[in-house]
């Protein structure tokens, strides 16, 4: 019963392995439309975004799975920011919400002309406003659909979730993590 136990994860591993029937290099640029949700669509109105991924796309069967490493920035414009030190109101201000992240992660895709995908990711990211900067984890996950009708070109479009977490400001007040939806088209060269 053991060397049975041993042996089935070994068996597995290498039909997973030897089923692998290609690997392709896949450059990506994605843009969004980023809609701040929960408590960050108060202080943050509707913004932007753009983002670079690079990844290997390796095909299993009728499955594609990519892991990937990229970054991104989305402004947020600031209609008006509370700014608190401690418990108290310093000043409103307008402005841009910048933030910029790096991530790894993964999409797992049907390996077809017409191809959906989910994909997740976690990285790091800095947040910039008018009134303070954070920094702190970023994670952010979603569903795509991919047309790959032209060789070498897959475009395709994609709804996800993504947030910041945020943590303490300089104060030492909790500040609720950033929060939004990114709707948006994206363009992928893969060979």
Do not use: C
């Not at 809609?35 to 109105?45: A, E, H, M, R, T």
């Not at 920035?73 to 201000?93: C, I, K, M, N, W």
């Not at 933030?99 to 790894?104: E, I, Q």
Request: without cysteine.
């Amino acid at each position: 019963m053991p060397r049975v136990a041993l042996a089935t994860p070994l068996a597995v591993a290498l039909m997973l392995v030897t089923s692998v029937a290609s690997a392709d290099i896949v450059i990506g640029a994605e843009a969004d439309l980023a809609i701040p949700v929960g408590d960050s669509s108060d202080d943050l109105s509707v913004g932007y975004g753009f983002l670079g991924r690079f990844g290997i796309a390796l095909g299993v069967g009728p499955i594609e799975i990519t892991p990937e490493i990229g970054g991104g920035y989305q402004a947020f414009p600031v209609d008006e920011l509370a700014v608190y030190t401690g418990a108290h109101l310093e000043s409103a201000r307008e402005g841009t919400a910048g933030l910029g992240r790096a991530f790894v992660g993964g999409r797992v895709a049907l390996d077809k002309d017409i191809s959906p995908a989910v994909y997740a990711r976690v990285g790091l990211g800095y947040m910039s406003t008018p009134g303070d900067d954070y920094f702190g984890p970023t994670l952010g996950g979603g569903l795509a659909l991919e047309f790959r009708y032209i060789p070498l070109l897959n475009l395709g479009v994609h709804v996800g979730y993504d947030s910041l977490i945020l943590g303490e400001n300089e104060a030492g007040v909790d500040v609720p993590p950033v929060q939004w939806v990114a709707l948006g088209a994206h363009v992928a060269l893969q060979f």
